[in-house]
């Protein structure tokens, strides 16, 4: 089975808003509502942000929102802020004796 | 608050076998409400899902295939921590380590702070 698809890079402007998607199949993000998003600053261990697609974690900004279409779950940042730099990763359940399958991570630059 | 404490070697020979210890507060190993997970990173091989053990009414564990055959996650509820041991090392599974916990199905809420193990002689 393969990652779940996300693009390597993101970048928007501070107060903009940008969107990160995570591309799967049938058997994971599409057949399940166990998608979540992590932030990830470098030499830091990853941080939940969404969890079963669209529920945030105590404590976490909502600026931050999950979403999913389809075989397509999709985090969604507003009001970008210089600290939201980082490197973002879906995971998702799946079908496959994988059980929890990580997308290749999104850098997200703010420019 | 919920915390993790790793602690383990970080370099480790071929062929060897890896163990690492995580130790928890704020929450317990035995808990009905939570798994306690293993996950690891690379550069090769990117975040990676290794494996869970979980307690409800009875012990579970869960493991990815990659490593199915090398790996056990114990829970040791006299010192509220879990383990990992992996098994037939090779230099593909120098990473960093990290142990975290899931209070919801699939997903993790709270981190350790990560072990770089380097596989080499």
């Known amino acids: 089975q393969s990652a779940p698809t996300q693009p390597a890079s993101v970048s928007g402007s501070p107060g903009q808003s940008i969107t990160i998607s995570c591309t799967g199949t049938s058997s994971d993000v599409g057949g399940y509502n166990y998608v979540s998003w992590y932030q990830q600053h470098p030499g830091k261990a990853p941080k939940l942000m969404i969890y079963?697609?669209?529920n945030r974690p105590s404590g976490i900004s909502n600026r931050f929102s999950g979403s999913k279409s389809g075989n397509t779950a999709s985090l969604t940042i507003y009001g970008l802020q210089a600290e939201d730099e980082a490197d973002y990763y879906c995971s998702s359940h799946t079908t496959y004796n994988t059980l929890v399958l990580f997308g290749g991570g999104t850098k997200l630059t703010v420019l | 608050q919920v915390q993790l404490q790793q602690s383990g070697p970080g370099l480790v020979k071929p062929s060897q076998t890896l163990s690492l210890t995580c130790a928890i507060s704020g929450d317990s190993v035995s808990s009905n409400s939570a798994a306690w997970n293993w996950i690891r990173q690379s550069p090769s091989r990117g975040l990676e899902w290794l494996g869970r053990?979980?307690?409800?009414?009875?012990?579970?564990?869960d493991y990815a295939v990659s490593v199915r055959s090398r790996i056990t996650i114990n829970p040791d509820t006299s010192k509220n921590q879990f383990s990992l041991q992996l098994n037939s090392l090779t230099p593909e599974d120098t990473a960093v380590y990290y142990c975290?916990?899931?209070?919801?199905?699939?997903?993790?809420?709270?981190w350790g702070q990560g072990t770089l193990v380097t596989v080499s002689s």
């Open positions: 975290a916990r899931g209070a919801a199905p699939w997903t993790c809420d709270y």
């Open positions: 053990t979980y307690f409800k009414s009875k012990w579970y564990n």
């Open positions: 079963d697609v669209s």
